[in-house]
């Protein structure tokens, strides 16, 4: 298994969450986002399944290892409303963590004769096609990581909106550029991603336009 962080701010921006990973598997940091147009990666958590041969077994899908404690978690009250609502979007995306395990493991022992390993046909068919829109959004948040690592941040924020307006379903185009914009410097990455200037949307209205059943694409069978 290989791990792999998907962030612009790079080994500063992924170190906090690494160390308290305690991994000891491989794990890498994707600052140019390379792993979301070769896999098709939307959001995080996201996995791709190869084999040995190096052969595309599953494409890209949701991959939680475990069910996400905030599902069952009771909301306090007397929180501040927008918290309040984030929490209860949080509770209504839909979880796989309580059988994704187990289709790891059936692949890991079954290989090829794993019912949720597919053929080169079926990955085909099950992968994302990507029209003229979404390819202009790749080019257009390929050329904001540009202008953001020349330190040009305001021009690089103009072409993530673009990005943003032409992929709304991008939550990796969102989210990164999201971030970079409520993190204060020196500390952790802002998970709650709330409105500011540069951006028309934020985490919380987005996933209430869009519904939580659409937070991640359609779950493994």
Request: aromatic residues 8%.
């Amino acid at each position: 298994m290989v791990t792999v962080a998907l962030d612009s701010g790079g080994a500063d921006a992924v170190q906090p969450w690494t160390e308290k990973a305690n991994q000891t598997h491989p794990s890498v940091i994707d600052a140019g986002h390379v792993t979301d147009e070769l896999f098709g990666f939307t959001n995080v958590p996201m996995a791709v399944w190869i084999d040995e041969s190096g052969l595309l077994v599953r494409p890209a899908h949701t991959a939680q290892h475990h069910p996400s404690p905030m599902r069952a978690m009771e909301i306090p009250e007397g929180l501040p409303e927008r918290l309040e609502d984030t929490l209860r979007q949080v509770q209504q995306i839909p979880d796989v963590g309580d059988r994704y395990p187990d289709m790891v493991r059936d692949w890991v022992a079954r290989g090829e004769a794993s019912e949720f390993a597919f053929d080169p046909d079926e990955v085909v068919a099950r992968s994302t096609t990507r029209d003229s829109s979404q390819a202009e959004a790749a080019a257009c948040f390929e050329l904001g990581q540009h202008l953001w690592s020349l330190g040009e941040q305001d021009d690089a924020a103009g072409w993530w909106r673009r990005a943003h307006e032409l992929d709304p379903e991008n939550w990796t185009y969102k989210r990164q550029a999201w971030t970079l914009a409520t993190t204060k410097p020196g500390e952790p990455s802002d998970l709650l991603q709330g409105p500011t200037d540069l951006y028309e949307g934020n985490w919380l209205d987005d996933i209430k336009a869009l519904g939580p059943d659409r937070y991640y694409p359609a779950q493994p069978d």
